[in-house]
């Protein structure tokens, strides 16, 4: 029967992973125990799909009817309730397994390397442009010394056999030489000074050094912190927000001393993680010793990463609620940063791209319900999905005031 749960869905891992965050991770882990019992395996341990569904969506009801299994796991967590999720769909839950059911143990090969082997493809792709870059322009040399051999030796030729020719004008007072100079030149000068003026203001890859050293890999990787729970006005309003040092100081106040994996810059720097725990005390008056405030805090002074111009609007909400983008969509493969940096270039071709190709989760979401063509279209199978683009994403007034 346990075997039948898989085969019989088809679930989104990919979907399980928000709502895994959203709703699981502040107590569970896949791979190691927290407040609540790692969850790998956890289909092979419950004999029922329908208790399982049940025991998510309200674990009291399914003690109430005495099931051993569950009553001891409430036993063995010191009787700790689960918190209910009624809300949660039988599809949600499958997503939520599928993506528990998806994540290797540590240490093996992740999903992810493939595309870091595509990342790398693509880095060599771009080192392999510059080495043709440099290969042409060798050759054209090549060519322009061979062509003044060749007039050399048509020179010697003619002497030979006794005609008479003119003497060669230098290749460096040769018109055509001169103006196909220029002509290059003009080029390669043009293409620079708008690749130039196009990057002007971007900054793809900027990593400044923060007061703290904050590590995303520790706090959403290792201990899988939701980030709406540091960043939430995400899904609220326009701006995702820095949170606020009280945010921090719910954990810290128990957590004195870093005893993690060992910490590094991107120079290589080894960082002391019970410092930069120190770091912050120092700045909001928090006495560990003490348990109290025993001076006034003052604000940590953190070096923003993100930015777009003054002209370009943007709303975090819509994208994080509406659309159920993924932060790693915008800000790249955050839980494994120790030092944050601007993951895509943010540029208007790069947000066109992803508005022309970015499908939207149109059924079942309010925010769509106006768009009645669109669900009819779905309905009566003339289209199987709806991207940002049908929904009038890449007209101009949609991001530009």
Same mark, same amino acid.
């Given at each position: 029967? *346990?075997?039948?749960?898989?085969?019989?869905?088809?679930?989104?891992?990919?979907?399980?992973?928000?709502?895994?965050?959203?709703?699981?991770?502040?107590?569970? /882990?896949?791979?190691?125990?927290? @407040?609540?019992?790692?969850?790998?395996?956890?289909?092979?341990?419950?004999?029922?799909?329908?208790?399982?569904?049940?025991?998510?969506?309200?674990?009291?009801?399914?003690?109430? @009817?005495?099931?051993?299994?569950? /009553?001891?796991? !409430?036993?063995?967590?010191?009787?700790?309730?689960?918190?209910? !999720?009624?809300?949660?769909?039988? %599809?949600?839950?499958?997503?939520?397994? $599928?993506?528990?059911?998806?994540?290797?143990?540590?240490?093996?090969?992740?999903?992810?390397?493939?595309?870091?082997?595509?990342?790398?493809?693509? %880095?060599?792709?771009?080192?392999?442009?510059?080495?043709?870059?440099?290969?042409?322009?060798?050759?054209?040399?090549?060519?322009?010394?061979?062509?003044?051999?060749?007039?050399?030796?048509?020179?010697?030729?003619?002497?030979?056999?006794? =005609?008479?020719?003119? %003497?060669? *004008?230098?290749?460096?007072? /040769?018109?055509?030489?001169?103006?196909?100079?220029?002509?290059?030149? !003009? *080029?390669?000068?043009?293409? !620079?000074?708008?690749?130039?003026?196009?990057?002007?203001?971007?900054?793809?890859?900027?990593? &400044?050094?923060?007061?703290?050293?904050?590590? =995303?890999?520790?706090?959403?990787?290792?201990?899988?912190?939701?980030?709406?729970?540091?960043?939430?006005?995400?899904?609220? #309003?326009?701006?995702?927000?820095?949170?606020?040092?009280?945010?921090?100081?719910? +954990?810290?106040?128990?957590?004195?001393?870093?005893?993690? &994996?060992?910490?590094? @810059?991107? %120079?290589?720097?080894?960082?002391?993680?019970?410092?930069?725990?120190?770091?912050?005390?120092?700045? *909001?008056?928090?006495?560990?010793? $003490?348990?109290?405030?025993?001076? &006034?805090?003052?604000?940590?002074?953190?070096?923003?990463?993100? #930015?777009?111009?003054?002209?370009?609007?943007?709303? =975090?909400?819509?994208?994080?609620?509406?659309?159920?983008?993924? +932060?790693?969509?915008? =800000?790249?493969?955050?839980?494994?940063?120790?030092?944050?940096?601007?993951?895509?270039?943010?540029?208007?071709?790069?947000?066109?791209?992803?508005?022309?190709?970015?499908?939207?989760?149109?059924?079942?979401?309010?925010?769509?319900?106006?768009?009645?063509?669109?669900?009819?279209?779905?309905?009566?199978?003339?289209?199987?999905?709806?991207?940002?683009?049908?929904?009038?994403?890449?007209? +101009?007034?949609?991001?530009?005031?």
């Amino acid at each position: 029967m *346990v075997g039948s749960f898989s085969a019989a869905r088809a679930a989104d891992p990919g979907a399980g992973k928000t709502l895994f965050q959203q709703k699981c991770a502040s107590c569970h /882990n896949v791979h190691k125990q927290l @407040t609540g019992p790692a969850l790998a395996g956890v289909e092979d341990r419950w004999p029922d799909k329908k208790l399982l569904h049940q025991w998510i969506r309200n674990s009291a009801s399914v003690l109430a @009817t005495g099931d051993k299994y569950a /009553n001891d796991l !409430f036993n063995q967590y010191n009787k700790l309730s689960m918190t209910p !999720f009624p809300e949660l769909k039988d %599809e949600d839950i499958d997503n939520i397994l $599928a993506y528990v059911a998806s994540v290797p143990p540590p240490g093996a090969a992740k999903p992810g390397a493939a595309a870091a082997d595509g990342a790398e493809a693509k %880095e060599d792709s771009g080192g392999n442009s510059l080495l043709f870059g440099v290969i042409t322009l060798i050759l054209a040399i090549v060519a322009v010394i061979l062509m003044q051999i060749n007039s050399n030796l048509n020179k010697l030729a003619a002497e030979k056999e006794g =005609h008479e020719r003119l %003497e060669p *004008v230098p290749f460096y007072k /040769n018109k055509a030489y001169i103006a196909l100079g220029i002509v290059i030149l !003009f *080029v390669v000068g043009g293409y !620079f000074t708008i690749q130039g003026a196009i990057g002007l203001g971007r900054q793809q890859d900027y990593m &400044p050094e923060q007061p703290i050293f904050y590590s =995303h890999k520790v706090h959403a990787g290792i201990n899988q912190i939701n980030c709406l729970y540091c960043h939430s006005s995400a899904e609220k #309003s326009k701006h995702a927000m820095i949170p606020s040092e009280n945010v921090c100081m719910n +954990c810290h106040k128990a957590i004195t001393e870093y005893s993690g &994996p060992d910490l590094f @810059t991107a %120079e290589g720097k080894k960082v002391n993680g019970t410092a930069e725990i120190q770091k912050l005390f120092d700045h *909001v008056g928090w006495d560990p010793k $003490a348990g109290r405030y025993t001076k &006034p805090g003052q604000p940590i002074e953190w070096t923003k990463i993100h #930015s777009l111009p003054d002209h370009v609007y943007f709303n =975090h909400s819509q994208h994080v609620a509406a659309g159920k983008v993924q +932060c790693q969509t915008c =800000h790249g493969d955050i839980q494994q940063m120790d030092e944050v940096k601007q993951f895509a270039d943010l540029s208007m071709g790069w947000c066109v791209n992803c508005h022309r190709t970015t499908k939207v989760q149109f059924t079942e979401n309010n925010y769509y319900s106006i768009f009645e063509k669109l669900h009819n279209d779905i309905k009566n199978k003339k289209i199987d999905s709806v991207t940002v683009e049908m929904l009038g994403g890449t007209e +101009c007034q949609k991001c530009h005031y």
